[in-house]
């Protein structure tokens, strides 16, 4: 008998339980809602991101965060992007910012951000509570024929942390020229400390372009007119096969002897444990990696300098590039909710919080911010030439050169002997003018 | 080999190979007539239209669809493009894809020799009543329980030159490597974990193969003073024929198709971009361009059908031959 009424009573308050009860009364149950994000795998933004959602959960109960992550933005992540824009499971996808589009846009010329924007893909954020409180030349990057196709978190920059004990104990000084670079990089080699890190295994060539890139804007595009490269390949005003191209190539080439051993086979995504382990005195990384830094080793004093590609001063300073950009995908199930949460994101507090964890400059006017990134950087926090500015952004692969899935192969490739800079040019400039016609 | 017996077709008792077909009563469906045949045909449906639309759709659907510059995004139009991504495939692309021909043939020859030869030995060693056998065979078997990511990224770590186990050992021979990012050595290492990874199941099939084998054939080979060489090659080697035509064809053709663990390790660079990584990238993690990547699937599909058929003849010959 005792365990019937244990057993009554147990059923009755799974019943009452399941219903609401509360001290007033019965309430009508609430429908719990699913919102799902996807981001690429970013250690710091990963974990502060979970916290926010977390938050989120905690102001809004009815509504739960599945949150998905996939390693490397060029990688696993892209494939992911991929797979979810052609379904309808995900209401907010991190990318990037669309903008500048090609002077004539085809399906063949824009990358897949740009394609999925152009496209009708995103739903217009216009008329979001939020959009007033943020940059509009930043929002300017993820507009579309006057549509808000994003939120743009802010700008990360790329450049050159260095160890500044180890610059201390050689005596080392900021170097503000190419040259300068060089022989400050040949003398730590002399004392036998590896002078640069940037891990390159298998999606890692990519991180060329922490060499690469700043090369591109440092050298070359100072000589464009208009000082716009991506506008003069565009238009076919600058071609490839440029002298300064060639020039860019052989300083990547000699930059490229002074990274640790074996860097093709070093992971990327054990950089900046490697660096603040003490096992290079430089790390050519981006903002984003710093707070990953500071994690390893919060001891460690690290200081900034953008790569100095470029003998004029004036023309070294550091590649920026809009960083982690959310949209809502227009087959979005939960469309009510994904706004409700980018209006969390973008509350003061929260997007304090963010900016503050992931070191980006942040695109949010107004607000006191204190990153780890921040103090490293100094007066460079956030300056510097945006991408947009160096070079054309084409979809991810196919036959050009110039496409994220096959520069940097073939610049390993020029690295490695098996191409002159002269012949690697030439490779570009062939059907280059199929891309701009 | 004087005096080893030789397999007598009749009497071994081996449940495989053609004899098999022969020892077992045929019933044949013209036994039926009219409307007896139809429980049969009802009971084939389903098992039929589950390899209609899982096997045979999909693969039309990728014919077709290499015809056309499909992306799959919705809001983008797909046009019919004809023959243009074969066009590509053998023009502008060419140098990618005869690139990837020669580094899918290199690995999957490599992987079905190394995987045969090894896992040969291996369940020869297996077969026998000696102590801890069960042991040895369990962790042969294991890593093919694991999954091809844990598989990636054990190999990776262990093959990290920045500290790794791998790149220690080589230190204290003052040699170094990038081991996965190294153009020499990137193809044979992720050989070798692929030949690592399926080992077990390969061996698996060869030690049923051998187990098979009726014990009184080994004892007249021992009574004829057959060494353990000759043993192997005149009884254990011809009777495993079938076992071996399993484990060669499925080494074959997987390994001409792997993609995943490539993708985990190298993601194709340093001269591992087999086709299955290539037609992934193209229709997956770049551009996601379906209609280049079904023309990729289309050509590997080929030069699948055109390694597997004729190895298949062959080794289904030489089981009648040897049996």
């Known amino acids: ?437 | 080999m004087a005096g080893l017996p030789t397999v007598n077709r009749g009497s071994g008792g081996i449940p495989s190979g053609p004899q098999r077909g022969r020892s077992r009563p045929m019933v044949s469906v013209g036994v039926f007539r009219g409307r007896a045949r139809l429980p049969i045909y009802l009971l084939m449906l389903p098992g039929a239209l589950i390899y209609l639309v899982l096997g045979i759709v999909p693969s039309v659907a990728t014919a077709v669809i290499s015809l056309t510059n499909y992306t799959g995004v919705p809001g983008i139009p797909a046009n019919f493009v004809g023959i243009q991504n074969y066009v590509q495939a053998f023009s502008i692309d060419w140098p990618g894809v005869a690139g990837s021909i020669v580094d899918t043939l290199v690995f999957g020859i490599a992987v079905t020799v190394v995987q045969n030869v090894l896992a040969l030995l291996l369940a020869e060693m297996l077969r026998r009543r000696m102590p801890g056998v069960a042991f040895f065979r369990a962790l042969i078997f294991l890593p093919a329980v694991l999954g091809v990511t844990v598989v990636g990224l054990i190999w990776a770590l262990i093959f990290n030159p920045s500290g790794g186990p791998a790149a220690n050992l080589l230190h204290v021979f003052h040699a170094t490597s990038a081991f996965f990012g190294s153009n020499t050595w990137a193809l044979p290492l992720v050989i070798f974990v692929q030949v690592w990874s399926s080992l077990g199941f390969t061996v698996l099939v060869y030690l049923s193969g051998m187990n098979a084998i009726p014990g009184e054939m080994y004892e007249a080979a021992q009574l004829d003073g057959g060494s353990s060489w000759n043993v192997f090659r005149f009884v254990t080697f011809p009777m495993i024929a079938p076992s071996m035509t399993v484990d060669v064809l499925l080494a074959a053709v997987g390994s001409l198709n792997v993609y995943n663990l490539i993708y985990v390790l190298t993601d194709g660079l340093y001269h591992t971009n087999t086709l299955g990584m290539f037609m992934f990238n193209s229709a997956f993690q770049g551009s996601g361009d379906l209609g280049f990547g079904a023309t990729l699937s289309m050509i590997l599909f080929l030069i699948t059908l055109l390694v597997a058929l004729p190895l298949q003849k062959y080794l289904r010959k030489r089981e009648a031959r040897v049996l």
């Not at chain 1, 009508?28 to 799902?36: D, G, N, R, S």
């Not at chain 1, 996807?38 to 965060?65: G, S």
């Not at chain 1, 640790?260 to 382990?277: H, I, L, R, T």
């Not at chain 1, 070079?391 to 096959?406: E, I, K, T």
């Open chain 1, 1 to 437: 008998m005792n365990k019937m009424r244990i057993a009554g009573a147990v059923l009755t308050s799974l019943i009452v339980g399941g219903l609401g009860v509360t001290a007033s009364g019965f309430r009508t149950p609430v429908a719990t809602q699913t919102l799902k994000i996807i981001t690429w795998v970013n250690p710091p933004a990963v974990a502060v991101l979970k916290q926010i959602n977390a938050e989120f959960h905690k102001k809004y109960p009815n509504v739960n965060v599945v949150f998905q992550t996939a390693a490397d933005r060029s990688g696993p992540y892209a494939t992911l992007e991929s797979t979810t824009i052609r379904g309808n499971t995900v209401d907010i996808m991190g990318t990037g910012p669309i903008q500048p589009l090609p002077a004539h846009p085809t399906t063949s010329n824009m990358s897949n951000e740009q394609l999925w924007g152009t496209h009708g893909l995103y739903v217009p954020l216009n008329s979001q509570p939020w959009v007033k409180a943020f940059s509009p030349k930043i929002n300017a990057t993820e507009m579309y024929q006057g549509k808000l196709e994003g939120l743009v978190t802010g700008t990360y920059t790329q450049g050159v942390f260095y160890n500044k004990a180890v610059f201390a104990k050689y005596h080392l000084t900021v170097p503000r020229t190419y040259n300068a670079f060089i022989a400050l990089c040949k003398r730590l080699k002399s004392h036998g400390v590896t002078p640069l890190f940037d891990g390159l295994q298998d999606v890692g060539p990519a991180y060329l372009g922490f060499i690469y890139e700043p090369l591109m804007q440092e050298v070359w595009r100072p000589h464009v007119l208009g000082g716009n490269l991506n506008k003069a390949l565009s238009t076919g005003s600058a071609r490839w096969t440029s002298p300064y191209f060639v020039k860019v190539m052989q300083r990547e080439k000699t930059i490229m002897q002074y990274l640790e051993p074996n860097f093709q086979g070093v992971p990327w995504q054990s950089m900046p444990g490697d660096f603040a382990s003490g096992k290079a005195a430089m790390l050519l990384d981006g903002s984003w990696d710093l707070a990953a830094v500071h994690t390893a080793n919060p001891k460690m004093k690290v200081g900034f300098f953008p790569l100095p590609g470029s003998n004029h001063p004036a023309y070294n300073v550091p590649f920026v590039a809009g960083d982690l950009t959310w949209v809502v995908l227009h087959n979005a199930p939960n469309k009510v909710a994904a706004y409700k949460w980018l209006n969390f994101f973008s509350s003061p507090k929260i997007y304090q919080q963010y900016v503050n964890a992931v070191g980006i400059t942040p695109s949010r006017l107004g607000g006191t911010y204190h990153s780890f990134a921040q103090s490293v950087m100094g007066p460079w926090f956030g300056k510097g030439v945006n991408a947009a500015q160096v070079f054309p952004d084409l979809p991810a692969s196919g036959p050009y050169w110039d496409q994220s899935s096959n520069w940097p192969k073939l610049q390993l490739e020029m690295y490695q002997g098996t191409y002159t800079p002269k012949k690697v040019a030439s490779m570009y400039q062939q059907g280059w003018p199929t891309v701009i016609k």
